[in-house]
């Protein structure tokens, strides 16, 4: 599966922003995809991610309850809403499918996903 991120761009803090995950060459739904992101000088993050079914979402603390994923298996493609976007989530983001089709858990761990598309540059400033 072949995995591309946009949506990216400048907002300002408090704003809305959703950024889209398309899927290609094999269907979306095998895959838990998730969602990380690498600000400048720091190492990549998880922020997020969801089960092939999507029935299992999570997030890390760290996000503190602003991002939303979803997904439509139908257009083979996922997304992440953030809410009240901050300075601090400047950062590029990247979308991955986890190696182990249909695993019923999130996992976190950026060595179990195998299929990253290229980033979407976020730039929260006003």
């Known amino acids: 599966v072949q995995l591309q991120a946009s949506g990216g761009g400048l907002v300002q803090p408090g704003g809305f922003l959703r950024l889209s995950c398309a899927a290609s060459?094999?269907?979306?739904?095998?895959?838990?995809i998730g969602w990380f992101r690498q600000a400048p000088g720091k190492e990549r993050e998880f922020v997020g991610g969801?089960?092939?079914?999507?029935?299992?979402?999570w997030y890390p603390d760290i996000i503190g309850g602003r991002f939303t994923i979803s997904r439509d298996d139908a257009k083979n493609m996922v997304y992440l809403q953030v809410n009240d976007p901050k300075p601090e989530d400047t950062a590029v983001y990247y979308c991955a499918a986890d190696r182990v089709p249909f695993r019923t858990v999130v996992i976190t761990t950026e060595g179990e996903y195998d299929y990253w598309g290229q980033g979407t540059q976020v730039t929260v400033s006003s």
């Open positions: 969801v089960t092939s079914s999507g029935t299992n979402i």
């Open positions: 060459g094999r269907s979306v739904s095998r895959y838990a």
